[in-house]
């Protein structure tokens, strides 16, 4: 499923990060990180929605989830006059 996930998110990553979309990718990279977690549970039959105290940072780094935070580009604003 990451190896599927993956080149979407780089792609996201690629075209939006140009200007102010840290706090979006933030987000992007917060429901990801649940949505796997709960689909990682319910694979293994723990019911419930703790995904934060088993599914922590090193667990997403194992899998090789591709992180869209930290990609944004800033871009100078030069005004025209």
Known sequence: MVADLNPAL???????????????FSTIDSYVH??????????????????????????FTRLGVFRVSGNVRRVAVHASR
């Not at 780089?10 to 706090?23: E, P, V």
């Not at 039959?45 to 995904?51: A, F, K, L, M, Y």
Request: charged share 35%; net charge positive; glycine share 18%.
């Open 34 to 59: 649940e949505r796997l977690a709960i689909f990682e549970n319910r694979k293994r039959g723990i019911p419930g929605r703790r995904w934060g105290k088993r599914h922590d940072g090193a667990w």
């Open 10 to 24: 780089r792609g996201w990553a690629a075209y939006f990060r140009n200007g102010n979309s840290a706090g979006k």
